[in-house]
């Protein structure tokens, strides 16, 4: 069952050099409390796995600020000019990856498949170093698993058990995510009293192994 | 000269009236998005946003503002009903799996053989290409909703020189001065001409060649 615990502790768990992937999409649904308490842990040389790299001020984009990522797997960098300038110095490997093709791979990396393949990048620089795949006469890329050592989440509503449920647009990347990492973390804005009613449910408890409950309710 | 924000108007509405009754469209970032403002009267369009939600809303007034309800660009919206949330993966399982019927984005260039280029300028700007390969591949019919020139410059091309967003999968290209459809493997035929421009003059600033329609209408350019 998973176990709540204090944002200090989610410090100690992602070591330097982690691979880390991190919820949200831009600022929705992202667990700006789990971020802050990697940048307090002193975590670097950090592989980052997320849609973007949001703003330079807030969500992921502060890990980009702070110089915690060497290497970043994003489908989009345009809103963070700080990710774009650290790519062009050389300081940051940046790997960009078509959205639904990043969804896609951390889906098989959960899933335990070998792989997926997509029309998405055929014809494009995507297609560069990939394997091409004919199936029925169309091209596909065969894209591989993604996985990593911990997934930062965010959940709406989070109960002891684990399960996570969500209001508006939080859900994007978080449910992927759960299922691909060796250890996962959600930051709950709120840790309810009573079990979720079963259908409420999107992230299933047994993906989940700690919680931090939100500090600043109006953050 | 039009003005910009005139410009952008004939582009959005002209756009908005390639949608029928009961479609599902992904509007892009700026341009695009304007285009829900000119959806004609008796036409109900569905908006997905790729951020995952279904029947995207007017912009909500400060007492309805919910930072947990955004569109794809971030901007706080509301969700219409009928509508509904879901993940990343359903959001692109709808867009690669054809279920969207149009998607309407910009472009920094556009080709005769419906290739497209709309996610970075090598060396200059890198932004990546968020959704965007993935809705033109998948999306059943591609709108390129775009200012024709950029600094005087052509934006539909014989060839694209930029990398590609996806290669052939453009259907049709609406801007202030003209419409264009992209012939199934290739070739652009133009149906629609603005009032305020020439053949010679649309020649002048396109890059490609282009037949004229048999049946070339006017277009609006309110």
Sequence with gaps: MAQVVSKEFVGSLVPVGATVMVGGFLKCGTPQGLIEAVIQSGAHDLTLIANDTCFPDSGRGRLIVEKRVKRALVSHIGTNPETGRQMQAGELHVELIPQGTLAERIRAGGAGLGGVLTPTGVGTVVEKDRRVIEVDGRRFLLETPIRADVALIYGTRVDRFGNVAFTGTTRNFNPVMATAADLVIVEADCLTPEPLDPDEVVIPGLFVDYIVVKEDQNA | ?222
């Design chain 2, 1 to 222: 000269m039009l003005d910009k924000e005139r410009a952008r108007r004939i582009i959005a509405r002209r756009v908005a009236a390639e949608f029928q009754d009961g479609d599902t469209v992904t509007l892009g970032i700026g341009l695009p998005t304007e285009v829900s403002n000119y959806i004609p009267a008796g036409v109900h369009v569905m908006t997905q946003g790729e951020n995952g939600i279904l029947g995207i809303g007017p912009v909500p007034d400060d007492m309805h503002a919910d930072v947990r309800v955004t569109n794809a660009g971030g901007a706080l919206v509301t969700i219409n009903p009928g509508g509904c949330y879901f993940d990343s993966v359903t959001a692109f399982g709808m867009i690669r799996g054809g279920h969207i019927n149009a998607v309407v984005l910009g472009a920094l260039q556009v080709d005769e053989a419906g290739n497209l280029a709309n996610w970075i300028v090598p060396g200059k700007r890198v932004p990546g290409m968020g959704g965007a390969m993935d809705l033109v591949v998948g999306a059943q019919r591609v709108i390129i909703a775009m200012e024709h020139t950029a600094k005087g410059e052509a934006k539909i091309l014989k060839k694209c020189t930029l990398p590609l967003t996806a290669t052939g999968e453009v259907d049709l290209i609406v801007t202030e001065k003209c419409v264009m459809n992209v012939c199934p493997g290739g070739g652009l035929i133009l149906t629609e001409l603005s009032p305020l421009v020439s053949l010679d003059e649309l020649r002048a600033v396109t890059g490609a060649d282009f037949t004229v329609s048999p049946r070339l209408k006017t277009m609006n350019a309110d």
